[in-house]
């Protein structure tokens, strides 16, 4: 018997949303979908809806009826200010604020490393790491895993921030040896976050299982999260075609990569996801 009734999925049309479309489908009755473009049609088990996170009336009716909410919409990287302000900043407040009116009591959050994204390789960073953004995209995730614990101090909603690293089929840069997340582990990391009997306020890193990971995940045993996967499959693949980087560029020594030698959104040119 599935576990929630009406799961809602934010940014259901992305890269991440569309994993999470198929992999969360036994956990609920019902998912209702949501993105600002358009999505393939729904089954059975699936509503679609189009709205924009920054629109607060459409998030209050697309929360109706949902018991959690798997929020993955906002800006997919560093994108111009407005951009970032109306669908990460405002379109998280608007989940919660729609949230607690309606008596949702779990949201998982995608956040990200750019949260902590000027922290070095060899910091040794837990999930008890303060914010150190790398962008506005990482000041944006920043916002929303404080506005989540503030929501579970004073209203009681449980939410798991994830912190994802890289998020794709395979690693593909050197990089990707410490930060892959296998499309697998997501979904087994979203599962345990839904499923574990409490999660209160929880960071998490979105890793898999990987040799080199910049990241522990020792303080959150609760959640039950253990990765399948990892990156070191992929090692004499990777080292045989990607030279290794210069240990003083930023893009090297940080864990956010090469983000942080990236400018300001507003002068720079457009990044894509």
């Known amino acids: 018997m599935p576990r929630y009734n009406r799961i809602l999925i934010t940014g259901a049309a992305g890269n991440l949303g569309r994993v999470l479309r198929n992999g969360l489908a036994p956990l609920a009755t019902k998912l209702r979908l949501t993105d ?17 996170l920054g629109n607060f009336e459409a998030i209050m009716k697309v929360v109706e009826g949902c018991d959690a909410i798997v929020h993955f919409g906002a800006a997919p990287l560093e994108r111009p200010w407005e951009e ?40 040794g960073a837990d999930t008890d790491t303060a914010h150190n ?28 921030c994830l912190r994802i690293n890289s998020c794709y089929p395979k690693p593909a840069d050197r ?24 999660i209160a306020h929880t960071v998490v890193y979105g890793i ?6 910049f990241f522990s995940n020792h303080k959150v045993a609760h959640l039950g999260y253990r ?14 075609v990607v030279e290794p980087g210069d240990p003083h560029d930023p893009a090297v020594e940080y864990v956010g990569g090469f983000l942080c030698a990236y400018g300001h959104p507003d002068e720079s040119e457009r990044l894509e996801p």
């Open 36 to 52: 600002r473009g358009e999505m393939t049609p729904p089954e059975a088990h699936e509503e679609t809806v189009i709205c924009e």
């Open 84 to 123: 970032i302000l109306d669908s990460s900043i405002k379109g998280g407040y608007n989940i919660y604020e729609a949230a607690r009116q309606h008596g949702v009591k779990r949201i998982i959050y995608a956040s990200s490393v750019h949260a902590v994204g000027y922290e070095r390789r060899e910091s």
């Open 133 to 160: 953004p790398d962008t506005l995209y990482g000041v944006s995730k920043c916002f929303v895993e404080d506005l989540a614990k503030m929501y579970f101090n004073k209203f009681g909603i449980e939410s798991a």
């Open 175 to 198: 990089r990707h040896m410490a930060t892959w997340l296998s499309f697998d582990d997501l979904v087994h990391l979203v599962e345990r976050c839904l499923l574990s009997e409490r």
């Open 208 to 213: 898999s299982n990987n040799q080199e990971a």
């Open 227 to 240: 990765p399948k996967d990892s990156a070191e499959k992929y090692r004499q693949e990777i080292e045989a």
